[in-house]
Nanobody, 124 residues
Framework: QLQLVESGGGVVQPGGSLRLSCTARGFVLDSWGIGWFRQAPGKEREGVSG????????KYADSVEGRFTISRDISKNTVYLQMDSLKPEDTAVYYC?????????????????WGAGTQVTVSS
């Protein structure tokens, strides 16, 4: 069974940092594209960042460009989302997803496997 498990969410003050982890179980991440998505209360799920299977050409939503960084550690079968300079509007449930075609576009319909999500709350 293919699974993704997110961790690293929590409560942080504005301007703070968090690092989310997404670990794959049952498959190897290095040949998959990985995306991070988020959904705030009352809003639709939106794409945050995507990392193609080649690890070249990472994608970011305009709202997080320059503040978030996506990366992959093949030895740990894990993808990370480093989030810096967090803002209250970053508050959401964050999901990672895997794209078997490897493109990692910021379109949730492109993904085959999803994690259950981890809550991020940015509040003073």
């Amino acid at each position: 069974q293919l699974q993704l498990v997110e961790s690293g969410g929590g409560v942080v003050q504005p301007g703070g940092s968090l690092r989310l982890s997404c670990t794959a179980r049952g498959f190897v991440l290095d040949s998959w594209g990985i995306g991070w998505f988020r959904q705030a209360p009352g809003k639709e799920r939106e794409g945050v960042s995507g990392l193609p299977s080649s690890d070249a050409g990472a994608k970011y939503a305009d709202s997080v460009e320059g503040r978030f960084t996506i990366s992959r550690d093949i030895s740990k079968n894990t993808v990370y989302l480093q989030m810096d300079s967090l803002k209250p509007e970053d508050t959401a449930v964050y999901y990672c997803a895997a794209d078997s075609l490897g493109w990692a576009e910021l379109n949730q319909n492109a993904y085959d496997v999803w994690g259950a999500g981890t809550q991020v709350t940015v509040s003073s």
